[in-house]
């Protein structure tokens, strides 16, 4: 259990990069900058993936007593899985509809990849979760197998 809950962080952290860089990417090249809400949105999510991907992987299991790096590493994943979750309804949405005055158009590779990042990082933080809840050593201890 304790190497897929640390495929499962690397995993999870991986996908929140690419979802950061991709949301990063249409606000400073395509100009989603210019667009009222989303762009800030934008920004937000590409602060907040990035952000929660450096938690996924950070050492706590080394830093801090179990107990309190097994609730940081559950924090992390929850966060993490909310917010491509709401990342992913949020452009099926503007796919259909008007979304803070805007609608995206057409599946792009950068809507692709948006779309595919945001699902691994949804299954893989998911997992971790459930993992985390069925007890065991818990979420946290990453440390090597010696």
Known sequence: MQRTVLYLRVVGALALFVVAADHLYEYYVDHYS?????????????????????????????????????????????????LAASALVGLFVSETEPLFGFMES?????????????AVAIVALAMLL?????????????????
């Open 34 to 82: 210019a667009i009222p809400t989303i762009g800030p949105l934008f920004l937000l999510n590409g602060i907040g993936a990035t952000a929660l991907g450096l938690m996924l992987l950070a050492p706590v299991g080394w830093l801090l007593p179990q107990r309190l790096a097994a609730g940081a590493v559950a924090l992390a994943s929850a966060a993490g899985l909310a």
């Open 130 to 146: 459930v993992l985390s809840r069925r007890g065991g050593r818990g979420p946290s201890d990453v440390r090597p197998a010696v």
């Open 106 to 118: 057409g599946y792009r590779p950068v809507v692709a990849v948006a779309i595919g990042s945001e």
